[in-house]
């Protein structure tokens, strides 16, 4: 385990996952805040998400997010070095939580408490999908900062692929056909782009709202396409043609056929990937 990190009693590391204890998101929102463990007054656990065991801890004056890794970050595609290269660049831009502990060896990480997130129906309100937008064109503008991965989605499609070719999993996923597609676009759309800073991950449950918006679980974050990005809002949020639209206008003002056409294309291959990622987290024996 890395040099500082919390003993063995408190959090164990097989090479797949941090092992917690019931008392490792006290202890570790302590070290990381330095204060006492008997300054800790609540510790909740956080519901949502797959990759993750998170908590939200309180003291009297303070609140963060307690995260370890639940998952195999390899056949997951998870690169925890990149993400923490990451986390400091936008939490610096205002765009992601201000990081108070990273220990990408160990799979731990504490931010400071963002905001409560966004419910589904915040997402699908059209001020909050122009300032979502406006959020997205910020973190585009960003430098892609040094340790960042490259998001290949080609890359990303083979490997997905090849876990579930591995595990002999076969669905309508790994047909020919869809693979000979998903191939398609995804060179289509990495023609006439360049890579941008990008999230990869823009559910509204990763947007949280504390006065102005913040994005958070950066896991999946790296320089990639940009359209990805927006679709993402766009698949996970549920978005119509009209709310689309009104995303990519808020977006890129003046955006034409070819853009919107683009954008079409990153929304089919991002559900693709996702189901892909979804394939391989449930179904690869040693993602369980």
Same mark, same amino acid.
């Given at each position: 385990m890395a040099a500082?990190s919390?003993?063995?009693?408190?959090a164990l @590391?097989d090479?797949?996952?941090?092992? $917690?204890t019931s008392?490792?998101?006290?202890?570790? +929102?302590a070290?990381?805040l330095g204060?006492p463990a008997e300054a800790i007054v609540s510790?909740?656990?956080v519901k949502?998400?797959l990759?993750?065991?998170s908590?939200l801890?309180?003291?009297?004056?303070?609140a $963060? *997010?307690v995260r370890?890794?639940n998952?195999?970050e390899e056949e997951?595609r998870i690169?925890r070095?990149?993400?923490? /290269?990451i986390?400091r660049?936008?939490? /610096?831009?205002? *765009?992601? !939580?201000?990081?108070?502990?990273?220990?990408? +060896?160990?799979r *731990?990480?504490?931010?400071?408490y963002?905001?409560t997130? =966004?419910?589904?129906?915040?997402?699908?309100?059209l001020?909050? *999908?122009?300032?979502?937008?406006g959020?997205?064109?910020r973190?585009? %503008?960003?430098?892609?900062?040094?340790? +960042?991965r490259? $998001?290949e989605?080609?890359? /990303?499609?083979e490997g997905?692929l090849?876990?579930?070719?591995?595990?002999?999993?076969?669905t309508g996923?790994t047909?020919?056909?869809?693979?000979s597609?998903a191939?398609?676009i995804?060179?289509?759309? #990495?023609?006439? #782009?360049?890579a941008?800073?990008?999230?990869?991950? $823009? @559910?509204?449950l990763n947007?949280?709202?504390?006065?102005?918006?913040?994005l958070?679980?950066?896991?999946?974050?790296?320089?990639?396409?940009?359209?990805?990005?927006?679709?993402? /809002?766009?698949v996970?949020n549920?978005y119509?043609?009209?709310?689309?639209?009104?995303?990519?206008s808020?977006y890129?003002?003046?955006?034409?056929?070819?853009?919107?056409?683009?954008? %079409?294309?990153a929304? =089919?291959?991002?559900e693709?990937?996702?189901?892909?990622?979804?394939?391989v987290?449930?179904r690869? !024996?040693?993602s369980?």
């Amino acid at each position: 385990m890395a040099a500082g990190s919390l003993d063995s009693a408190n959090a164990l @590391h097989d090479g797949r996952r941090t092992l $917690v204890t019931s008392d490792f998101p006290t202890r570790t +929102a302590a070290r990381a805040l330095g204060v006492p463990a008997e300054a800790i007054v609540s510790v909740e656990p956080v519901k949502h998400g797959l990759t993750n065991d998170s908590w939200l801890v309180r003291t009297q004056t303070d609140a $963060v *997010i307690v995260r370890a890794s639940n998952a195999a970050e390899e056949e997951l595609r998870i690169d925890r070095a990149s993400e923490a /290269a990451i986390l400091r660049a936008v939490a /610096a831009a205002g *765009i992601g !939580p201000e990081v108070l502990l990273c220990e990408p +060896a160990d799979r *731990i990480l504490v931010t400071r408490y963002a905001g409560t997130t =966004w419910t589904q129906e915040d997402a699908l309100r059209l001020p909050n *999908i122009e300032r979502l937008a406006g959020l997205l064109a910020r973190l585009h %503008e960003l430098e892609v900062p040094a340790g +960042a991965r490259q $998001v290949e989605l080609i890359s /990303a499609i083979e490997g997905y692929l090849a876990t579930l070719d591995r595990y002999q999993v076969q669905t309508g996923l790994t047909s020919q056909p869809v693979r000979s597609r998903a191939t398609e676009i995804a060179q289509e759309l #990495s023609r006439s #782009s360049s890579a941008r800073l990008c999230h990869n991950d $823009v @559910h509204h449950l990763n947007v949280v709202e504390a006065g102005e918006l913040r994005l958070v679980d950066w896991e999946y974050a790296g320089a990639g396409e940009p359209l990805f990005d927006l679709a993402s /809002a766009c698949v996970y949020n549920g978005y119509d043609r009209v709310q689309r639209e009104a995303l990519l206008s808020a977006y890129a003002p003046g955006a034409g056929a070819d853009m919107w056409r683009r954008l %079409e294309l990153a929304c =089919w291959l991002f559900e693709y990937i996702r189901d892909l990622w979804l394939a391989v987290r449930y179904r690869a !024996p040693s993602s369980e």
